[in-house]
């Protein structure tokens, strides 16, 4: 089974290490910054970059648009909030810069969790709402990818007529659609409609749960998504110097909170699920971390995986042998860890899952000429 790397690009660099309010990472554009931040993940190996989402931050299919103008191989996952553009235009956007870039592209659907967050961009629905919504959207979309005639649809949030799109996706039948959401109503939208179900990173069975769970659900529609994990690595040259930095970052991380950890109670099931993970006990898997997502409560991929190269491959191999096919991984040094992975882990794993490729060749090889 192929593995794709995932990397994620912002338009300045910032980290938990840079500042204490999450709202505040993101900012201003820096287009030499995106240049040089594209390129070294293109450079690194990675097959794909998550560009990210905030109601007060940059456009990302403009960010993506001018990534990929300084990048060949390198594509995009831009993140994608429905409800503020209707599904129609969104997917003439998504299919105009997918024929530009001739198939780089693809949309990861975040619904939204937070109501202050949503809020600041003039949306009151409740969460149970928004996803009712997103699974409207997304079927919408999918139906301006794929009708060859203008076609009418009246739902409870949306309602069209004659609607079309000239423009269709360079990829076939369109692009791929990520999707994120841990919460019930997250989990049936998702299970619909996503090609690659993303979590964030818990430990191997927790993730074997929610996988199942999906599946279960998407069986429903006759469907069986790819899944896709998310970490920050923490590497050095051995063991007890990787969790020397990441005590390090866990200080620089406290003490930009004026010294203590505050009380979360954040909105997402994503997030509530990593605190409750955190306070079970702060290693899980011999070197899963949660002390940063506790401290930032978490609010968004903070989990790390603490070793050396060697270990870190190993952790992420377990994932893949339990069938998540795609790893977002991103640092909290963003553009030095974008090199660090390329030459010391993204090769390591690759390597591994080549072998497990090659084995189960010979295998099905073999049992091929017994039968």
Request: aromatic letters at 10%; charged letters at 25%; proline letters at 5%.
């Amino acid at each position: 089974m192929p593995i794709e790397f995932c990397g994620m690009i912002g338009t300045r660099s910032a980290s938990e290490l840079d500042a204490a309010d999450a709202s505040l990472i993101g900012g201003h554009v820096d287009r030499d910054f995106v240049k040089q931040f594209a390129r070294a993940h293109e450079d690194a190996g990675f097959d794909r970059v998550l560009v990210g989402y905030g109601s007060s931050g940059p456009d990302g299919f403009s960010v993506a648009a001018y990534a990929a103008a300084h990048t060949d191989r390198l594509n995009f996952l831009i993140a994608h909030r429905p409800g503020f553009v209707t599904p129609t235009l969104a997917a003439r956007k998504a299919a105009t810069l997918d024929q530009f870039t001739e198939g780089r592209v693809a949309l990861h659907i975040i619904t939204g969790g937070a109501d202050p967050e949503m809020q600041r961009d003039g949306d009151w629905l409740t969460k149970d709402d928004r996803y009712r919504r997103t699974d409207e959207y997304l079927h919408v979309m999918k139906k301006t990818w794929l009708e060859e005639k203008p076609f009418d649809y009246e739902g409870q949030y949306y309602r069209f007529r004659k609607a079309f799109s000239e423009v269709k996706p360079f990829q076939q039948p369109h692009l791929p659609i990520y999707f994120g959401g841990m919460s019930g109503p997250a989990l049936e939208v998702g299970a619909k409609h996503a090609d690659v179900y993303a979590v964030w990173g818990e430990p191997v069975a927790s993730v074997q749960a929610t996988m199942a769970e999906v599946n279960a659900e998407a069986a429903k529609h006759d469907r069986k998504p790819k899944y896709s994990v998310s970490f920050r690595p923490i590497l050095a040259t051995n063991e007890e110097a990787a969790w020397e930095k990441a005590r390090r970052y866990l200080d620089r991380v406290v003490s930009l909170r004026g010294g203590v950890i505050p009380a979360y109670n954040p909105a997402n099931a994503g997030s509530q699920r990593l605190l409750g993970l955190a306070e079970q006990g702060e290693v899980h898997d011999d070197r899963l971390w949660t002390a940063i997502a506790k401290a930032v409560g978490a609010y968004g991929n903070t989990t790390a995986l603490v070793g050396t190269p060697d270990q870190v491959c190993e952790s992420l191999l377990r994932y893949y042998d339990a069938g998540v096919s795609t790893i977002l991984i991103r640092g909290f040094e963003p553009l030095p860890d974008a090199e660090d992975y390329g030459r010391e882990l993204i090769p390591l794993v690759r390597a591994e899952v080549a072998k497990r490729d090659r084995a189960i060749a010979r295998l099905s090889a073999a049992g091929s000429e017994r039968r």
